[in-house]
């Protein structure tokens, strides 16, 4: 037992501090009522810091300049902007695709106040949400009917609910995928009420095989496109217009699940082939789904395109109300797929194909630019160079593709304690207010800048938290 006794005395009350010109300025910023719970919350600290033996500074300033600190942080948002430097452009984790600005201002109109959402202005009775980008969608993809859910998972749900409920799905063994996050065919086929029928082998799946799969209790044909891997070697597939003429041989729809749904042809820009909606439909397929923020570059949607019997089938089913999107999403799909509309002007306004059409020589020249800030930023401990490097596309999309491109390589010089430094080089850069994601790979951060579009914020953050 110390001899001397905490003196609780010399810390200050809760009216006391309120009266400062400090603290009335947090009430000002933050409210009456944050500002007490949280000074209210410092004091009983201070009183059992010091009543643990531990001296700790009591003064008023000290007091609500922690208050300040706490508060600024209870009001920053959780979910913040980063840079992704990662290479990954659509990167599930990072949000995937950065919106179009046209979307993001039809969002925020649809966000402020009433709409038509799902009210017809010519005859003033109710309306179908779907209307705002249906007819979009049609003409985009030329079927003859489209709707939209919340994600292309509840996309292939829906279908195979409304459509094969208690009836057989083949499918080839080659594309029972599963995506990341716990979306496998097999699992979502069986919580949709579907009997999945696995046809043909992992490498090699044929005509014959869907023939004789072929019954009394199919409800439909499935293709899924194997999005995030690819079947080499000695393979065999069966083509979409051979599939779609057994499914109507047997008089069932032929449904495909796109994954990441190009609308139009990449190639124009450089990028590799994806099969659009368009060529799949003209190939057979009776309906179609895909995400609407993978490689199309819109909001967290999935849309399904097709016959107008099987989408009115679909609109009818509980599901879709229970999966159905929101209005700023309605808003922004609606915006985003109008920029289609204008394919020469689509990389300028649709920041996703804007990322991926990049030159890595334009990326190199940023890499050379920001070079000399990271060498500042960071102590002599550290190696900084530019360096080739190859990204991807992200998403599932395109999964052996790569994108090549330019990154700053980071490296910690002492060989000794290396994993540790990088891990903490890491962590630095993600600590910084916009934090900065990159990927650790061959003993270095590799910072890949294709997708830095704010180059002076990130200078600007870099040159205030630079090493002493
Ligand atoms: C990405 C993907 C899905 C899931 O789409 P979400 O929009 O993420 O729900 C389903 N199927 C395939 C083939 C995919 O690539």
Redesign the pocket.
């Known amino acids: 037992m110390s001899d001397t006794r905490p003196d609780f005395s010399t810390i200050p009350s809760l009216d006391r501090i309120l009266k400062t010109p400090e603290a009335a300025a947090l009430v000002e910023t933050s409210g009456h009522e944050p500002t007490v719970v949280v000074l209210r919350g410092l004091l009983n600290e201070a009183r059992a810091a010091m009543a643990d033996g531990k001296s700790i500074d009591v003064s008023e300033s000290a007091i609500t300049q922690s208050a300040a600190i706490r508060l600024a942080q209870a009001a920053a948002p959780s979910l913040k902007r980063v840079f992704n430097l990662t290479g990954t452009v659509l990167h599930?984790n990072l949000g995937r695709a950065p919106l179009a600005e046209d979307a993001i201002s039809a969002m925020a109109d649809a966000a402020r106040g009433a709409s038509n959402l799902e009210f017809d202005l010519a005859t003033g009775k109710r309306g179908d949400r779907d209307v705002h980008v249906e007819e979009l969608l049609c003409e985009l993809t030329g079927a003859e009917a489209a709707t939209v859910v919340n994600?292309?998972?509840?996309a292939?749900l829906l279908l195979l609910n409304a459509l094969a409920l208690r009836k057989e799905v083949p499918v080839s063994r080659g594309e029972l995928?599963e995506?990341g996050g716990a979306?496998r065919i097999p699992d979502i086929m069986s919580r949709a009420g579907a009997k999945l029928v696995e046809v043909g082998t992992t490498n090699r799946t044929h005509a014959a095989d869907f023939e004789n799969a072929l019954g009394e209790r199919t409800g439909l044909i499935m293709k899924?496109?194997t999005?995030?891997y690819m079947v080499q070697g000695f393979t065999a597939s069966v083509p979409e217009d051979i599939l779609a003429e057994i499914a109507h041989g047997g008089d069932v729809p032929f449904a495909v699940?796109?994954?990441?749904g190009a609308l139009v042809d990449l190639e124009r820009w450089g990028l590799p082939h994806e099969p659009t909606p368009r060529e799949t439909l003209a190939a057979g397929a009776d309906i179609i789904t895909f995400?609407g923020?993978?490689l199309l570059g819109g909001p967290?949607a999935?849309l399904i395109v097709g016959r107008r019997d099987l989408i009115a089938r679909l609109k009818k089913n509980p599901l879709k109300r229970a999966l159905r999107c929101d209005k700023a999403t309605l808003a922004a799909l609606a915006a985003t797929l109008k920029l289609y509309r204008d394919p020469d002007r689509l990389a300028a306004r649709l920041p996703t194909l804007g990322r991926l059409a990049r030159t890595a020589a334009e990326i190199r020249r940023d890499a050379e630019a920001l070079r000399g800030d990271i060498v500042e930023f960071l102590s002599a401990d550290f190696t900084i160079m530019v360096a080739d490097c190859a990204g991807q596309i992200g998403?599932?999309a395109l999964p052996v593709e790569t994108l090549e491109s330019a990154a700053l390589t980071i490296t910690p010089n002492a060989t000794r304690g290396r994993g540790a430094a990088l891990k903490r080089l890491a962590a630095r850069f993600r600590a910084l207010p916009i934090p900065v994601i990159g990927r650790v790979q061959d003993d270095a951060l590799w910072l890949d800048l294709r997708c830095l579009d704010d180059i002076d914020g990130f200078r600007a953050q870099l040159r205030n938290g630079a090493d002493q």
């Open positions: 599930t994600n292309n998972a509840g292939v995928v995506i979306f899924v496109h999005s995030n699940d796109l994954g990441a995400s923020d993978k967290q999935g998403s599932g």
